[in-house]
């Protein structure tokens, strides 16, 4: 039997090393029921990760240009109508607007378009909508094949409809020592050991510092705090820039002069697989990422994560586990807190965490496999989704005017010069 596609949204244009997880473990989840994943992005621009898939920009899954047999939408924190000109990524192109929106709201309308059925892989809500988005996100759900969201904050700005079911499950990169254990990282470890010059038996602390968490922190008194207890404990402090598109890699050279001990800046990662390997053979793990913690913890490597400023989804994630003691509100505390993990600290998730990641992805895969609906929104009278077609137009007629609906069907030239002095114009298509 041929692999069927699936399309999977998220932000898998950017080099942020969570993100990227995403399509890699769908893929290994997935692989078993026939399943292959094909990320999509708001643009098609390659990660630098050489293990990262490559995407599809959203415009190609709105257009149909792939056959699918389903769309797979998230994860990470991407159900939201903000903007993300903020990034460098998109800040020069045409997508920054509707970058984060395309990736659910235009996964759903493409859904509805080309009959197929949709289903959401725990993505992160986090910001509440307005009331005139709100009304939109219930004919959007209803359109789903099937719904979760990776946490009870999520839960409670999403507002979903009480009648629709909505699972609320532990974010799946918890599933990434599946997809590579633990001992077959080892190579890719004392590889990265022996590049850096130091012996296979150093003992690492991975430490993760994203600027949104030294706001108001001066680099000479954290690099020095660091570089303290690292020696107290006899540990090699390594600085990893998880996420370049967020700067991190800056923000580890910036530290690096200031711990004076020796240390590893692994600022400049190769591969996905050699982040994970860092993670899951260094000792302790202090961080501000979700998902540098996330995976630290799937491989038994006590963490300490940082929640300044205190996402939800900090305390989401850490709900499921039970360890909301390893979430500290700043560097300080964050220290403390390591300074009384010791050697029989088990930060492993329990097993209900992966039974209900094992129910999410069963559901997912029976979401897909399910009989077709008979067609899109074109081709038949009661379409599927066709609640949340005609609701997103009814949205955009009110918000933008008749002309955001009919605009498209006049010519070129009446689009650019609808007609000088009320003078009506003409023109082949």
């Not at 910036?254 to 692994?266: D, E, K, M, N, Q």
């Not at 260094?282 to 540098?292: D, I, Q």
């Amino acid at each position: 039997m041929s692999e069927r596609t699936i399309l999977m949204t998220g932000m898998f244009d950017m080099d942020n090393y969570g993100d990227l997880l995403f399509p890699l473990v769908a893929a290994h989840r997935l692989q078993p029921a026939g399943f292959r994943v094909q990320p999509v992005a708001p643009s098609a621009s390659r990660p630098a990760f050489t293990d990262a898939l490559s995407p599809i920009a959203t415009k190609d899954m709105l257009a149909g240009e792939t056959e699918a047999a389903g769309i797979l939408v998230g994860g990470g924190y991407i159900i939201h109508a903000g903007s993300t000109d903020f990034l460098d990524h998109y800040r020069a192109s045409d997508v920054g607007a509707s970058a984060g929106v395309g990736l659910w709201l235009g996964a759903a309308l493409a859904g509805v378009l080309q009959g197929l059925p949709v289903a959401w892989n725990a993505p992160g809500v986090p910001h509440p909508f307005t009331s005139r988005q709100a009304r939109l996100i219930g004919p959007m759900l209803a359109s789903l094949a099937y719904r979760s969201v990776r946490d009870a904050g999520s839960a409670r700005l999403l507002g979903a409809p009480a009648d629709l079911p909505l699972a609320v499950v532990p974010d799946p990169i918890i599933d990434l020592p599946r997809l590579w254990p633990r001992a077959g990282l080892a190579d890719d470890f004392r590889s990265l050991l022996a590049r850096n010059g130091l012996s296979g038996d150093t003992r690492l602390l991975a430490v993760h510092v994203r600027n949104r968490s030294m706001k108001g922190l001066e680099p000479a008194w954290l690099g020095a705090e660091i570089g303290r207890f690292s020696a107290e404990r006899g540990l090699t402090p390594m600085l990893i820039g998880i996420g370049a598109s967020h700067d991190d890699p800056a923000v580890a050279r910036s530290l690096a002069p200031f711990l004076g001990v020796p240390h590893l800046l692994l600022d400049e990662a190769e591969s996905l697989r050699e982040i994970t390997a860092a993670l899951a053979h260094s000792r302790l793990n202090l961080g501000a990422s979700l998902h540098g913690y996330i995976v630290s913890t799937a491989y038994g490597v006590p963490a300490v994560l940082v929640g300044r400023p205190a996402y939800h989804k900090f305390s989401g994630f850490l709900a499921h586990t039970g360890r909301l003691g390893d979430l500290a509100g700043s560097w300080q505390e964050a220290l403390e807190i390591a300074a009384a993990l010791g050697p029989e600290t088990d930060p492993r998730p329990p097993a209900a965490a992966h039974a209900a990641l094992d129910a999410h992805w069963q559901a997912i895969v029976a979401a897909f496999d399910a009989p077709a609906p008979p067609g899109g929104v074109l081709d038949g009278p009661s379409p599927p989704g066709g609640d949340f077609a005609l609701a997103l137009l009814k949205s955009g007629l009110a918000s933008e005017g008749p002309g955001w609906a009919l605009t498209p069907f006049l010519n070129r030239r009446m689009r650019a010069d609808p007609g000088a002095e009320g003078e009506p114009r003409h023109g082949r298509w």
